[in-house]
Protein backbone atom coordinates (compact mmCIF):
# COMPACT_ATOMS: atom_id res chain seq x y z
CA UNK A 1 0.00 0.00 0.00
CA UNK A 2 3.17 2.38 0.40
CA UNK A 3 4.52 1.36 -2.66
CA UNK A 4 1.37 2.84 -3.80
CA UNK A 5 0.97 5.90 -2.61
CA UNK A 6 4.29 6.81 -3.51
CA UNK A 7 3.77 5.90 -6.87
CA UNK A 8 1.44 7.66 -6.91
CA UNK A 9 2.71 10.89 -5.25
CA UNK A 10 5.30 10.74 -7.95
CA UNK A 11 3.26 10.68 -10.98
CA UNK A 12 1.78 13.69 -9.35
CA UNK A 13 5.19 15.51 -8.76
CA UNK A 14 6.21 14.70 -12.68
CA UNK A 15 2.61 16.18 -14.14
CA UNK A 16 3.31 19.12 -12.28
CA UNK A 17 6.64 19.35 -13.72
CA UNK A 18 5.17 19.03 -16.84
CA UNK A 19 3.36 21.85 -16.42
CA UNK A 20 5.24 24.35 -15.73
CA UNK A 21 7.93 23.04 -18.46
CA UNK A 22 4.83 23.92 -20.90
CA UNK A 23 6.67 26.07 -23.42
CA UNK A 24 3.16 27.98 -23.47
CA UNK A 25 3.22 29.07 -19.61
CA UNK A 26 6.48 28.41 -18.29
CA UNK A 27 8.19 31.97 -17.77
CA UNK A 28 11.16 32.51 -20.38
CA UNK A 29 13.55 33.29 -17.14
CA UNK A 30 13.38 30.55 -14.51
CA UNK A 31 11.79 31.36 -11.17
CA UNK A 32 15.01 30.06 -9.62
CA UNK A 33 16.91 32.55 -11.89
CA UNK A 34 15.22 35.73 -10.32
CA UNK A 35 18.58 37.00 -8.52
CA UNK A 36 19.26 40.46 -9.04
CA UNK A 37 15.12 41.33 -9.98
CA UNK A 38 13.92 44.64 -9.16
CA UNK A 39 13.59 46.13 -5.32
CA UNK A 40 10.09 46.22 -6.27
CA UNK A 41 9.28 42.80 -6.82
CA UNK A 42 9.82 42.20 -3.17
CA UNK A 43 6.29 43.98 -2.87
CA UNK A 44 4.99 40.54 -3.68
CA UNK A 45 4.82 39.60 0.03
CA UNK A 46 1.65 38.35 1.29
CA UNK A 47 -0.11 40.94 3.19
CA UNK A 48 -0.30 40.97 7.31
CA UNK A 49 -3.87 40.08 7.53
CA UNK A 50 -5.88 37.57 5.23
CA UNK A 51 -9.67 38.45 5.29
CA UNK A 52 -11.43 35.56 6.84
CA UNK A 53 -14.05 33.68 5.21
CA UNK A 54 -16.85 31.88 6.28
CA UNK A 55 -15.81 28.61 7.87
CA UNK A 56 -19.35 27.07 7.40
CA UNK A 57 -20.50 26.95 3.86
CA UNK A 58 -23.46 28.72 3.16
CA UNK A 59 -26.34 26.45 2.23
CA UNK A 60 -28.46 29.30 0.40
CA UNK A 61 -25.22 30.19 -1.62
CA UNK A 62 -26.28 28.05 -4.44
CA UNK A 63 -29.50 29.39 -4.61
CA UNK A 64 -28.24 33.32 -4.50
CA UNK A 65 -26.14 32.62 -7.54
CA UNK A 66 -28.82 31.18 -9.70
CA UNK A 67 -31.47 33.92 -8.36
CA UNK A 68 -28.39 36.14 -9.70
CA UNK A 69 -27.69 34.20 -13.03
CA UNK A 70 -30.81 34.99 -14.08
CA UNK A 71 -30.80 39.15 -13.63
CA UNK A 72 -27.95 39.07 -15.66
CA UNK A 73 -29.57 36.77 -18.49
CA UNK A 74 -32.45 39.45 -18.51
CA UNK A 75 -30.17 42.55 -17.91
CA UNK A 76 -30.30 45.36 -20.07
CA UNK A 77 -28.30 47.98 -18.20
CA UNK A 78 -26.41 48.85 -21.01
CA UNK A 79 -26.19 48.17 -24.81
CA UNK A 80 -24.12 44.96 -24.38
CA UNK A 81 -27.21 42.93 -23.11
CA UNK A 82 -29.14 43.44 -26.21
CA UNK A 83 -26.09 42.89 -28.38
CA UNK A 84 -24.19 39.84 -26.72
CA UNK A 85 -25.06 36.56 -27.62
CA UNK A 86 -24.79 34.71 -23.69
CA UNK A 87 -23.57 36.70 -20.98
CA UNK A 88 -20.81 35.02 -19.44
CA UNK A 89 -22.13 35.04 -15.86
CA UNK A 90 -19.25 32.93 -14.20
CA UNK A 91 -17.65 29.39 -13.25
CA UNK A 92 -16.39 27.39 -10.71
CA UNK A 93 -16.52 26.95 -6.82
CA UNK A 94 -19.00 29.32 -5.33
CA UNK A 95 -17.29 28.36 -1.97
CA UNK A 96 -13.60 29.00 -3.89
CA UNK A 97 -10.79 30.78 -1.50
CA UNK A 98 -9.23 32.74 -4.78
CA UNK A 99 -11.90 34.84 -7.15
CA UNK A 100 -10.39 35.33 -10.96
CA UNK A 101 -11.60 38.81 -12.31
CA UNK A 102 -11.33 39.27 -16.01
CA UNK A 103 -12.05 41.78 -18.43
CA UNK A 104 -14.78 40.81 -20.21
CA UNK A 105 -16.46 38.03 -22.84
CA UNK A 106 -14.37 37.70 -25.88
CA UNK A 107 -15.83 35.28 -29.31
CA UNK A 108 -15.68 32.31 -28.02
CA UNK A 109 -17.09 33.22 -24.53
CA UNK A 110 -20.00 34.60 -26.06
CA UNK A 111 -21.00 31.77 -27.83
CA UNK A 112 -20.48 29.25 -25.00
CA UNK A 113 -21.94 31.44 -21.75
CA UNK A 114 -18.57 30.82 -19.99
CA UNK A 115 -15.83 33.10 -19.16
CA UNK A 116 -12.07 32.29 -19.80
CA UNK A 117 -12.61 29.52 -22.66
CA UNK A 118 -10.62 30.41 -25.55
CA UNK A 119 -6.62 30.10 -25.71
CA UNK A 120 -6.05 32.76 -23.06
CA UNK A 121 -8.63 30.32 -20.94
CA UNK A 122 -6.45 27.07 -21.93
CA UNK A 123 -3.73 29.61 -20.50
CA UNK A 124 -5.07 30.36 -17.49
CA UNK A 125 -5.99 26.78 -17.09
CA UNK A 126 -2.19 25.64 -17.29
CA UNK A 127 -1.33 28.36 -14.63
CA UNK A 128 -3.82 27.50 -12.21
CA UNK A 129 -2.37 23.99 -12.28
CA UNK A 130 0.98 25.36 -11.50
CA UNK A 131 0.30 26.75 -8.24
CA UNK A 132 -2.32 23.48 -7.61
CA UNK A 133 -5.51 24.97 -8.44
CA UNK A 134 -8.04 24.26 -11.12
CA UNK A 135 -10.98 26.02 -12.73
CA UNK A 136 -13.24 23.53 -10.05
CA UNK A 137 -11.84 24.79 -7.58
CA UNK A 138 -11.54 28.82 -7.84
CA UNK A 139 -14.13 31.30 -9.35
CA UNK A 140 -13.68 33.46 -12.38
CA UNK A 141 -15.68 35.86 -13.24
CA UNK A 142 -15.49 38.89 -15.21
CA UNK A 143 -15.94 42.88 -14.87
CA UNK A 144 -18.63 42.64 -17.64
CA UNK A 145 -20.67 39.93 -18.04
CA UNK A 146 -21.21 40.70 -21.83
CA UNK A 147 -19.45 40.68 -24.68
CA UNK A 148 -17.39 44.26 -25.67
CA UNK A 149 -17.24 44.34 -29.28
CA UNK A 150 -15.48 47.01 -31.46
CA UNK A 151 -18.47 46.01 -34.27
CA UNK A 152 -21.44 45.01 -32.52
CA UNK A 153 -22.53 45.17 -35.88
CA UNK A 154 -20.88 41.85 -36.73
CA UNK A 155 -20.83 39.72 -33.98
CA UNK A 156 -19.42 36.60 -36.19
CA UNK A 157 -16.52 38.72 -36.95
CA UNK A 158 -13.26 37.24 -35.21
CA UNK A 159 -10.95 39.86 -33.28
CA UNK A 160 -13.83 42.00 -32.80
CA UNK A 161 -13.57 43.05 -29.30
CA UNK A 162 -12.47 46.00 -27.43
CA UNK A 163 -12.32 47.07 -23.27
CA UNK A 164 -15.21 47.59 -21.80
CA UNK A 165 -16.37 51.47 -21.36
CA UNK A 166 -16.23 53.04 -18.10
CA UNK A 167 -20.18 53.43 -18.52
CA UNK A 168 -20.57 49.65 -18.95
CA UNK A 169 -18.20 48.92 -15.83
CA UNK A 170 -20.18 50.55 -13.24
CA UNK A 171 -23.40 49.12 -14.82
CA UNK A 172 -22.14 45.79 -14.50
CA UNK A 173 -20.26 46.55 -11.39
CA UNK A 174 -23.31 45.77 -8.66
CA UNK A 175 -23.22 42.23 -10.38
CA UNK A 176 -19.58 41.52 -9.71
CA UNK A 177 -19.85 43.11 -6.18
CA UNK A 178 -22.78 40.26 -5.48
CA UNK A 179 -20.54 37.56 -6.95
CA UNK A 180 -17.65 38.86 -4.29
CA UNK A 181 -20.52 39.19 -1.36
CA UNK A 182 -21.60 35.52 -2.06
CA UNK A 183 -18.03 34.20 -2.54
CA UNK A 184 -16.60 35.75 0.13
CA UNK A 185 -12.81 34.76 -0.98
CA UNK A 186 -9.69 35.44 0.90
CA UNK A 187 -7.88 36.28 -1.65
CA UNK A 188 -8.41 37.85 -5.34
CA UNK A 189 -6.79 38.20 -8.60
CA UNK A 190 -7.56 41.17 -11.33
CA UNK A 191 -6.10 39.43 -14.79
CA UNK A 192 -5.16 42.73 -16.45
CA UNK A 193 -5.70 46.53 -16.68
CA UNK A 194 -9.45 46.87 -16.76
CA UNK A 195 -10.00 44.53 -14.17
CA UNK A 196 -7.53 46.12 -11.85
CA UNK A 197 -8.86 49.34 -12.26
CA UNK A 198 -12.76 48.09 -11.91
CA UNK A 199 -11.90 46.34 -8.60
CA UNK A 200 -9.48 49.26 -7.06
CA UNK A 201 -10.91 51.59 -8.73
CA UNK A 202 -7.97 53.56 -9.80
CA UNK A 203 -6.72 54.76 -13.30
CA UNK A 204 -3.07 53.68 -12.81
CA UNK A 205 -1.56 50.84 -15.00
CA UNK A 206 -1.58 47.12 -15.10
CA UNK A 207 2.60 47.25 -14.95
CA UNK A 208 2.45 50.13 -12.25
CA UNK A 209 -0.15 47.84 -9.76
CA UNK A 210 1.08 44.56 -10.51
CA UNK A 211 3.39 42.90 -7.67
CA UNK A 212 1.84 44.41 -5.37
CA UNK A 213 -0.97 43.23 -2.94
CA UNK A 214 -3.60 46.09 -3.03
CA UNK A 215 -7.29 45.92 -0.83
CA UNK A 216 -10.45 45.54 -1.74
CA UNK A 217 -13.44 46.66 0.27
CA UNK A 218 -17.29 46.25 -0.98
CA UNK A 219 -19.06 49.59 -0.57
CA UNK A 220 -20.90 48.50 2.83
CA UNK A 221 -17.63 47.88 4.06
CA UNK A 222 -16.11 45.06 5.98
CA UNK A 223 -12.84 43.22 5.98
CA UNK A 224 -10.92 44.08 3.34
CA UNK A 225 -9.62 41.58 0.76
CA UNK A 226 -6.13 41.29 -0.67
CA UNK A 227 -6.36 41.62 -4.17
CA UNK A 228 -3.16 40.68 -6.94
CA UNK A 229 -3.35 42.18 -10.22
CA UNK A 230 -1.35 40.96 -12.64
CA UNK A 231 -1.00 40.66 -16.48
CA UNK A 232 -3.97 39.01 -18.47
CA UNK A 233 -3.38 35.94 -19.98
CA UNK A 234 -3.75 37.02 -23.60
CA UNK A 235 -0.99 39.50 -22.56
CA UNK A 236 1.36 36.90 -21.81
CA UNK A 237 0.34 35.25 -25.52
CA UNK A 238 1.55 38.25 -26.91
CA UNK A 239 4.65 39.32 -25.04
CA UNK A 240 6.43 36.54 -23.22
CA UNK A 241 8.73 38.51 -21.66
CA UNK A 242 5.38 39.19 -19.36
CA UNK A 243 5.70 35.75 -18.23
CA UNK A 244 8.14 35.86 -15.51
CA UNK A 245 6.38 38.68 -13.83
CA UNK A 246 3.34 37.21 -13.92
CA UNK A 247 4.74 33.76 -12.37
CA UNK A 248 5.97 35.90 -9.16
CA UNK A 249 2.39 36.85 -8.55
CA UNK A 250 1.37 33.67 -8.72
CA UNK A 251 3.98 32.27 -6.61
CA UNK A 252 3.20 35.43 -4.10
CA UNK A 253 -0.89 34.25 -4.54
CA UNK A 254 0.26 30.22 -3.35
CA UNK A 255 2.14 31.42 -0.42
CA UNK A 256 -0.72 33.44 0.63
CA UNK A 257 -2.89 31.20 0.56
CA UNK A 258 -0.74 28.06 2.38
CA UNK A 259 -0.45 30.83 5.17
CA UNK A 260 -4.45 31.34 5.13
CA UNK A 261 -6.40 29.31 8.05
Same mark, same amino acid.
Given at each position: ?? *?????????? #????????????????????????????????????? +?????????????????? #?????? /??? !?????? *??? &??????????????? +??? @??????? $??????? @?? %?????????????????????? &?????????????????? &??????????? /??? @????? *??????? $? %?????????? !???????? @??? $?????????????????????????? %??? #?????????????????????????
Amino acid at each position: MA *QVRLSALVRE #LRARVEVLEDSDWSPAVPPSSAAGRPASVSSTAAPAA +VASASTAADPGVEHRFAL #LRESVL /ACR !KCPLGA *QRL &NPAFGVGDVHARVLF +VGE @GPGFEED $RRGEPFV @GK %AGQLLDRILAAIGLSRETVYIA &NVVKCHPMADPSDPSKRG &NDRPPSPEETE /ACR @GYLEE *QIRLIRP $R %AMVALGASAA !KALLRTTD @GIT $RLRGTWREYRLPEGGESIPVMPTYHP %AAL #LRDESLKRDAWEDMKALKKLLEAAP
